[in-house]
């Protein structure tokens, strides 16, 4: 493993709570906790990263759609069905009990993740994009009157894109776009000029998924917030790269994925403020999220109840506490630093290629490189690679209007987490000059 | 490069990606459409001029990949001065070709160009950027 723990697991949950208050306390308390970060060590705790693809080591680099499990979490989820399977919020038996007081367990172990301090505000859903949308359907019955506007950028993901279209559509709300410069970075003058006391919401990604541009979200929250106006953050991209202060942020609403944080698929986290949360109606209604039921009326459960309707995903719930414990397990700055070193020599030997060009180049970037060469199609890229074992996303990312803005219909995309290593630089590199050399 | 690989890029393919014919909007068509692939965010259009029943034109433009366009170049080829009737023939045979659960023998001879799009079988995940101009020229005539 690649970390050392000394003291016992719940100490370390505690000291876990906040990357301020762990980095304080690592200087006091250095005797007792030593957490270390090795890539090398890492990848052992991955088993999928040790296989082969068509006859070449896998070279997984498309971390922006979907991140590796490790053993832990894979271990969790088998565990919950061979020893602990069971509805929860039901049964009065042992078993019930254990699921039901697991999945509340992971509710709590989410908040301290993001560092907010009521896990009634955490709301499990299916991912990302359905957090959204139960966001934008409590915009829809509660918020939004024709004239209002809603404001999103132009990088965004289509899931952050297409159920405000649809809020926009049903309620004479207009969907407002904030424009990108050449490079990918959000323009900060256009946001100041867009933003008005018109604007009932500012949806926003942290991280662009197509081009790794990291947006200046807390810039963002505080300027919407001076117009008393809420702000939603996309933190899908964001979450597998650093440890994010939710409550320091300041945002209304926070939301992201399972499986990007190395957890199961079909989880997703949707993080709002009580009051928001409160004011919005059920989003999906039946069993499991009602007080009481009869046929002259239901009343609902208050948060987060009301918001999980029907039996929940609890293997990807169990999956996901695994994942956030095991990232606490790691030091993520220390992570965070060896994914920027992989993305700054994987750039300086990307470009160094004839006729190979980088869409989004701003200055502070996550460990994304959206690229094209000459003319051959991203599709074209995507099979060679494969072929020598590496693994990129070819296509529009879900963002064709960005890429549209670029004026390209698809990138190859390589995305980097911090499992990998210089050597999958290197395979990258080598395939694509192979690609390269074939195409002449 | 290993030999399924070649298979998908064999010269035919690389020729016609490299030098489509038939390529660019056509005068005076009579028949158009436009096809997607959601996957990739190809685009294909295809432009038909029909006489009495025969196609005596036929182009297209593409923003798209290499196998997608030396399918629409090769399905050019085959279709300009083709009846109808010779077109749909051509369609199901490159259908079967393509997406018959048990491969077809190929027979050079008489399938021409198209036997070198039978390579894409191997590639699962590429198999709709060859057939989506010929669903295209499909939907142009419907």
């Given at each position: 493993m690649c970390y050392v723990i000394v003291g016992s697991n719940s100490t370390l949950k505690y000291l876990a709570n906040s990357i301020e208050i762990l980095s304080q306390l690592r200087n006091l308390v250095s005797v007792t906790i030593a957490q270390t970060f090795n890539y090398t060590d890492v990848r052992a705790d991955f088993p999928i990263l040790a296989s082969q693809v068509r006859g070449k080591p896998l070279t997984y680099l498309d971390n922006a759609a979907t991140s590796q499990k490790p053993q832990v979490v894979i271990d969790a989820i088998e565990r919950y069905y061979s020893a602990e399977n069971s509805n929860i919020h039901r049964g009065v038996h042992y078993l019930s009990e254990k699921a039901t007081d697991a999945y509340e367990t992971a509710r709590t172990k989410v908040a301290k993740f993001i560092s907010v301090e009521d896990p009634d505000e955490i709301i499990f859903t299916r991912g990302t994009t359905e957090s959204i949308n139960l966001i934008a359907h409590g915009f829809i019955e509660t918020q939004l009157k024709a004239g209002d506007e809603i404001l999103i950028s132009h990088m965004e993901h289509h899931a952050n894109i297409v159920p405000w279209q649809i809020a926009a559509q049903k309620t004479g709300a207009v969907l407002k776009v904030v424009p990108v410069d050449?490079?990918?970075?959000?323009?900060m003058s256009a946001f100041d000029q867009m933003l008005s006391k018109r604007t009932k919401l500012v949806a926003i990604t942290h991280i662009s998924n197509a081009l790794g541009t990291i947006n200046p979200v807390k810039e963002l929250v505080d300027k919407a917030h001076a117009l008393d106006v809420p702000v939603l953050i996309d933190a899908a991209q964001a979450t597998p790269h650093m440890s994010i202060d939710v409550a320091a942020l300041g945002c209304d609403f926070f939301v992201f994925s399972g499986h990007k944080i190395f957890g199961p698929t079909g989880i997703g986290i949707l993080w709002g403020k009580r009051e928001w949360l409160e004011r919005f109606p059920p989003y999906q209604s039946g069993g499991d999220m009602i007080e009481k039921v009869d046929f002259e009326g239901t009343t609902y459960k208050g948060i987060p109840g009301k918001f999980e309707a029907g039996t929940p995903h609890i293997e990807g719930v169990i999956g996901l506490a695994a994942a956030i414990d095991y990232l606490q397990g790691i030091d993520r700055p220390a992570a965070l630093e060896h994914e920027t070193a992989l993305l700054n020599v994987a750039t300086e030997k990307l470009s160094a290629i004839d006729g190979l060009r980088i869409i989004g180049t701003s200055p502070e970037k996550a460990s994304v490189i959206s690229f094209l060469i000459n003319d051959i199609h991203p599709h074209d890229i995507g099979t060679f690679l494969d072929a020598d074992g590496v693994a990129i996303r070819a296509g529009h990312h879900c963002a064709q209007p960005l890429l549209k803005r670029f004026g390209v219909s698809a990138t190859a995309r390589a995305s980097f987490a911090f499992y990998n290593n210089f050597e999958d630089v290197d395979r990258l590199v080598s395939a694509v000059l192979k690609m390269q050399k074939f195409f002449g | 490069m290993n030999d399924e690989l070649h298979d998908l890029y064999q010269d035919i393919i690389l020729e016609h990606n490299k030098r489509p014919r038939h390529y660019g909007v056509l005068a005076n068509f009579t028949h158009t459409a436009e096809g997607y692939n959601p996957l990739c965010g190809d685009k294909i259009t295809v432009y038909l001029k029909l006489d009495s029943g025969v196609i005596s034109a036929i182009q297209f433009e593409a923003a798209c990949c290499a196998i997608c366009k030396a399918s629409a170049s090769i399905m050019c080829d085959l279709l300009m001065g083709q009846t109808l009737d010779n077109g749909t023939a051509v369609y199901s045979r490159v259908n079967e070709l393509l997406t018959a659960e048990q491969a077809p023998p190929v027979d050079l001879a008489e399938d021409g160009e198209i036997a070198a799009l039978s390579g894409v079988r191997k590639f699962p995940a590429r198999i709709k950027c060859a057939t989506l101009p010929w669903h295209t020229y499909r939907s142009a005539l419907s």
């Open positions: 050449d490079r990918g970075v959000l323009e | -």
